[in-house]
């Protein structure tokens, strides 16, 4: 019995050893990444339930809260995010990339890096509870959305509660 415990022990050492060995960012990318919705995922913002309604997703990770946060839309994610509570917290955000995501039903295979992503806001096309801000992966996709359905092209940074705030349906 005592061999045993030891023998765990040991395993358990050498398992924490191997884990402390990479840095805490390292260890969170690890896990990190977006996940499919399934149909009871609700808004994190709004509660409403996220496969109920058309337009672009978002999921992000935040410090002190376990897994990832889902959201209906990108605007309801961006209102979380401008929260000056929740600003410096979130470590990843995604978001469909809709030049290759169906509007109706995005794909759950469609998450890219929202940080690096193209937005536009003010077009016409309809996401939860109105105006959201279609998410594309490149520059071009966003322009020619833009062309097509109305709105301006904006980038991460550049979207703030004002924004946010401002936004409307361009038709």
């Not at 030891?6 to 990444?33: H, N, P, R, W, Y």
């Not at 940080?115 to 536009?120: C, N, T």
Request: with cysteine.
């Amino acid at each position: 019995m005592r061999y045993l415990l030891t023998k765990i022990l040991f395993v358990l050492l050498l398992s924490a050893g191997i884990l402390t060995g990479c840095t805490e960012d390292e260890q969170a990318a690890m896990v990190q990444q977006a996940v499919a919705l399934e149909s009871s995922d609700e808004c994190h913002l709004c509660g409403m339930i996220i496969t109920n309604y058309p337009g672009p997703k978002g999921q992000l990770f935040s410090k002190g809260i376990e897994g990832n946060l889902k959201f209906c839309s990108t605007r309801d994610m961006f209102a979380f995010i401008a929260d000056p509570e929740n600003k410096h917290n979130v470590k990843q955000v995604f978001v469909h990339d809709m030049a290759i995501s169906p509007w109706d039903h995005p794909d759950e295979e469609t998450y890219v890096d929202a940080r690096e992503a193209f937005f536009v806001i003010g077009h016409g096309k309809p996401g939860a509870m109105g105006a959201t801000l279609a998410s594309f992966s490149k520059q071009e996709d966003a322009k020619a959305f833009a062309e097509i359905e109305g709105g301006e092209v904006l980038r991460f940074d550049e979207i703030d509660l004002e924004v946010l705030v401002n936004m409307t349906h361009s038709h």
